[in-house]
């Protein structure tokens, strides 16, 4: 007879494009995109490795495909909402979504990626833009500095040697290496974060970028 409720074999979850790239999301998070491998992500699957091309291309149709579906987390200011309220959300939230994936603001920059979630992302940032009067060109300008500081304070943060909660340690063990009368300068700033606790903000130079964007766009008209 054959054997039924709790011990009958669960069936396996069937595997699909989506189950395949969340996987190796999930794998990329945990380990890093050097370590995704076809076969690592198969066995994770619980499948051979060459099952996996019945639901993707290629490891690079995988890598675009999840910077896709990682794209598509950011949130994206709806129609009608005023252009500096629309780009300081939009930062803010892909500030979020990239340090989740440490991965995806390399893999962002150095691929050439127009799937549906970027292309949603990218559209209604300009159409945010257009609605507040920018032009075309000046749209570009905005989105490309917005974007340069997205970026770059990211990967910073991502690569400091330590946790920014740590920085009053670290500046502790950095000015015991050092001569206050011959640096008095770099003693008193790290003196302050020793003091203070202080950590980077990425909504410091966001409010410079907006602020100087708002102001060049009234002085346009």
């Not at 054959?2 to 669960?10: E, I, M, S, V």
């Not at 099952?51 to 993707?56: E, G, M, Q, R």
């Not at 997205?150 to 502790?172: C, H, K, M, W």
Request: hydrophobic share 45%.
């Amino acid at each position: 007879m054959a054997q039924t409720g709790d011990t009958a074999t669960p069936r396996r979850q069937p595997l699909t494009r989506d189950r395949v790239l969340r996987a190796a999301i999930a794998l990329a998070d945990e380990h890093g995109i050097d370590k995704l491998t076809m076969r690592g992500l198969g066995r994770e699957l619980g499948v051979e490795a060459m099952s996996l091309y019945n639901h993707v291309g290629s490891k690079d149709d995988i890598l675009d495909a999840m910077i896709d579906l990682v794209v598509e987390d950011i949130a994206v200011p709806p129609a009608g909402t005023y252009w500096k309220d629309a780009m300081r959300e939009r930062a803010l939230s892909a500030h979020g979504v990239l340090l989740a994936h440490p991965w995806a603001p390399m893999l962002l920059m150095s691929r050439y990626n127009i799937g549906p979630g970027m292309t949603r992302y990218l559209d209604a940032t300009f159409g945010r833009l257009f609605e507040g009067g920018f032009s075309v060109e000046g749209a570009l300008d905005a989105w490309n500095t917005l974007d340069s500081h997205l970026y770059g304070f990211t990967l910073q943060e991502l690569n400091l040697p330590f946790e920014a909660d740590e920085a009053p340690q670290v500046s502790a063990e950095v000015i015991s290496q050092l001569s206050a009368p011959d640096f008095p300068h770099v003693t008193r700033v790290i003196g302050h974060v020793m003091a203070s606790g202080r950590h980077e903000d990425f909504t410091f130079g966001l409010d410079l970028i907006l602020d100087a964007l708002e102001r060049r766009l009234a002085g346009s008209k």
